[in-house]
C-alpha cells in the first residue's frame, strides 16, 4: 500500500503527536460511545453520550520512531478511571488534516474500530461539516489500512477481507455511507490515524478509536490529537469521560513548543476551557498563571510543575482538577483569535 504521505513526513507526525508526552500517565480505556451532538460554537462543549468501562493496569514501553524515541510510563488504574473518547476538528489540507496518535500495550494483540463522522455530523447542528471523510492507519513505518465509504472495504495491509457485516456487527458502525471505518487487529506498538477530505474537501470531522477487546491482557491508550484550530465552531472540542470514582486529572493545550520540531504553523498562545454538561468548570490562558474561578480556588502552578506533566512553554496552558464522575470537554482555542496547528492531551494523575 501506498500514501501521500511520506515514511519520514509520518515518522514525524507520530511522534509530534506523541511529543510532549511526558513520562507518567495513566492508560485510558477507550470503550464504546457515540457523538450524540457538537457544539456550535467555542463556549458550547456540545453533547456526547457515551458507555464506558473502567481503566486498565499496563506496563511502560519504550516506542521509537526513527530519530524520535520516548518513553510512556503508566500508572495502574485504581476506583476511578479516565476515558478519552473523540476528538472534533476542522479537517484542512497538507499539514493541517487531523493527525491521532494511539498505542497498544501488553501481551496481546487488540482488535480496535476507528472511524471518522462527518456528514451525520449536520443532522446535530454542526456546521460545515466534512461531506466525504477518508481514514488512513499508519504504524510506525508503513501504511497498513484505508478506508473511504465503510460499506465499500479497501482490501490492503491489514484489511484481509470484507468487513461490511464485521463493521455493522460490532455496534459502532457509521451512521452516514460516506464516512469510512476500520476494524484491525493490531499488536503492541504505535499508530497513527489521519482524518482527511476525499479530493482535497475540507470541514468538520471527529476521529474516533472503539475497543472491540476489551480485558484480553491488551490495553488501548489514546494519547493525544493534533490539528489546525481555528475560531468559532472550528476550535478543537475533545471529549472524555471519568467513570468509577473522582479523578485527578490534568489538561493540556500546547502549540509554541511544536514549533522547534518543525511546525512552523503552531499555534502560538494557545486557550484551554474545561467544561461540563452544565457549563465551563475552569481556564487557563499561561499555565504559569491560574486564572481563579470555577472549580480552581487556588494557584495551580505548583502543582503543574511537580506533576511531572507541565507543559514546556509558558505560553501554553494546563488545568488541573478533581472530577467526578460524567462527561466532560476541553476546548483548546487561540487567544484573540488567533489559529495554528496545536495539541490537547488529557491525563489522570496518582
Given at each position: 500500500?501506498?500514501?501521500?504521505?511520506?515514511?519520514?513526513?509520518?515518522?514525524?507526525?507520530?511522534?509530534?503527536?506523541?511529543?510532549?508526552?511526558?513520562?507518567?500517565?495513566?492508560?485510558?480505556?477507550?470503550?464504546?460511545?457515540?457523538?450524540?451532538?457538537?457544539?456550535?460554537?467555542?463556549?458550547?462543549?456540545?453533547?456526547?453520550?457515551?458507555?464506558?468501562?473502567?481503566g486498565q493496569a499496563a506496563a511502560g514501553t519504550n516506542l521509537s520512531n526513527g530519530q524520535f524515541s520516548m518513553q510512556i510510563g503508566f500508572w495502574t488504574a485504581t476506583s476511578g478511571s479516565l476515558g478519552n473518547i473523540s476528538t472534533?476538528?476542522?479537517?484542512?489540507?497538507?499539514?493541517?488534516?487531523?493527525?491521532?496518535?494511539?498505542?497498544?500495550?501488553?501481551?496481546?494483540?487488540?482488535?480496535?474500530?476507528?472511524?471518522?463522522?462527518?456528514?451525520?455530523?449536520?443532522?446535530?447542528?454542526?456546521?460545515?461539516?466534512?461531506?466525504?471523510?477518508?481514514?488512513?492507519?499508519?504504524?510506525?513505518?508503513?501504511?497498513?489500512?484505508?478506508?473511504?465509504?465503510?460499506?465499500?472495504?479497501?482490501?490492503?495491509?491489514?484489511?484481509?477481507?470484507?468487513?461490511?457485516?464485521?463493521?455493522?456487527?460490532?455496534?459502532?458502525?457509521?451512521?452516514?455511507?460516506?464516512?469510512?471505518?476500520?476494524?484491525?487487529?493490531?499488536?503492541?506498538?504505535?499508530?497513527?490515524?489521519?482524518?482527511?477530505?476525499?479530493?482535497?474537501?475540507?470541514?468538520?470531522?471527529?476521529?474516533?478509536?472503539?475497543?472491540?477487546?476489551?480485558?484480553?491482557g491488551a490495553i488501548l491508550a489514546n494519547i493525544s490529537t493534533r490539528g489546525f484550530i481555528q475560531t468559532g465552531a472550528n476550535v478543537m472540542i475533545a471529549g472524555f469521560i471519568v467513570v468509577g470514582q473522582p479523578v485527578r486529572v490534568?489538561?493540556?493545550?500546547?502549540?509554541?513548543?511544536?514549533?522547534?520540531?518543525?511546525?512552523?504553523?503552531?499555534?502560538?498562545?494557545?486557550?484551554?476551557?474545561?467544561?461540563?454538561?452544565?457549563?465551563?468548570?475552569?481556564?487557563?490562558?499561561?499555565?504559569?498563571?491560574?486564572?481563579?474561578?470555577?472549580?480552581?480556588?487556588?494557584?495551580?502552578?505548583?502543582?503543574?510543575?511537580?506533576?511531572?506533566?507541565?507543559?514546556?512553554?509558558?505560553?501554553?496552558?494546563?488545568?488541573?482538577?478533581?472530577?467526578?464522575?460524567?462527561?466532560?470537554?476541553?476546548?483548546?482555542?487561540?487567544?484573540?483569535?488567533?489559529?495554528?496547528?496545536?495539541?490537547?492531551?488529557?491525563?489522570?494523575?496518582?
Open positions: 500500500m501506498t500514501s501521500r504521505y511520506p515514511r519520514r513526513f509520518l515518522i514525524a507526525s507520530f511522534a509530534l503527536v506523541l511529543a510532549l508526552v511526558p513520562q507518567r500517565g495513566r492508560c485510558f480505556d477507550l470503550s464504546r460511545y457515540v457523538i450524540a451532538g457538537g457544539g456550535g460554537s467555542s463556549m458550547d462543549a456540545g453533547n456526547v453520550t457515551m458507555d464506558a468501562t473502567a472534533r476538528l476542522r479537517v484542512g489540507t497538507g499539514n493541517n488534516v487531523l493527525f491521532a496518535g494511539f498505542i497498544i500495550q501488553g501481551s496481546a494483540s487488540k482488535t480496535v474500530l476507528i472511524r471518522s463522522a462527518g456528514p451525520s455530523l449536520t443532522s446535530f447542528g454542526v456546521p460545515g461539516a466534512l461531506a466525504n471523510p477518508q481514514l488512513e492507519l499508519h504504524d510506525a513505518n508503513n501504511l497498513i489500512g484505508t478506508n473511504d465509504n465503510w460499506q465499500t472495504t479497501q482490501i490492503g495491509g491489514v484489511i484481509t477481507s470484507n468487513q461490511v457485516a464485521a463493521i455493522q456487527n460490532s455496534g459502532a458502525a457509521p451512521a452516514d455511507p460516506a464516512e469510512p471505518a476500520i476494524i484491525a487487529t493490531l499488536p503492541a506498538g504505535g499508530y497513527t490515524v489521519i482524518v482527511q477530505g476525499v479530493g482535497g474537501t475540507q470541514g468538520v470531522a471527529t476521529v474516533e478509536v472503539y475497543d472491540l477487546s476489551p480485558n484480553n490534568i489538561v493540556l493545550a500546547t502549540g509554541p513548543s511544536l514549533i522547534p520540531l518543525g511546525i512552523s504553523n503552531a499555534l502560538t498562545n494557545p486557550r484551554l476551557e474545561l467544561h461540563d454538561a452544565n457549563g465551563t468548570l475552569a481556564g487557563n490562558d499561561d499555565w504559569q498563571t491560574t486564572q481563579l474561578g470555577g472549580i480552581i480556588t487556588s494557584d495551580q502552578s505548583a502543582a503543574i510543575q511537580n506533576s511531572g506533566l507541565a507543559p514546556s512553554n509558558p505560553a501554553e496552558s494546563a488545568i488541573i482538577a478533581t472530577l467526578a464522575p460524567g462527561t466532560y470537554t476541553a476546548i483548546a482555542q487561540g487567544v484573540n483569535g488567533g489559529t495554528g496547528v496545536g495539541v490537547v492531551q488529557v491525563f489522570a494523575l496518582p
